[in-house]
């Protein structure tokens, strides 16, 4: 039930987000970037759960949109760093709620495990 649940709620996502032209895993980003000032790659892959070959694709798109941007790491200059651009900032906020609703309407009438175990999902996707 909680995968099934897991799967109706990615198609929630991707019905809020996919009409400004962004994917589930996109979205999974830069929600993510709004929570930190800057991510390195590893930890994007480790937060959105994603391979590092996935995460640079996903990156190399939101950096083609204007929605984030790379830059080194100050005191480590070998250390590549992602950050949200204004414009991906903008969007994330603009769709944070519609995607908090759709993913609310996705946790009615479960228990709280069910509910934490539905969000572990979530979160390895």
């Not at 400004?20 to 000032?37: A, D, F, K, N, R």
Request: charged residues 20%; proline residues 4%; contains cysteine.
């Amino acid at each position: 039930m909680v995968a099934d649940r897991a799967f109706v709620c990615e198609r929630a996502i991707h019905a809020v987000v996919s009409p400004v032209g962004l994917t589930v895993e996109q979205w999974w980003v830069l929600h993510h970037l709004t929570e930190v000032e800057a991510a390195s790659m590893s930890g994007l892959v480790s937060a959105c759960r994603a391979s590092a070959p996935t995460m640079t694709r996903i990156i190399d798109k939101l950096v083609e949109n204007a929605l984030v941007y790379r830059g080194l790491d100050g005191p480590d200059r070998r250390r590549v760093l992602v950050r949200l651009a204004p414009g991906g900032r903008a969007l994330a906020a603009s769709l944070a709620e519609e995607v908090e609703v759709a993913l609310g309407a996705q946790f009615e009438g479960l228990v709280p495990w069910q509910v934490g175990a539905l969000q572990a999902v979530l979160r390895m996707q």
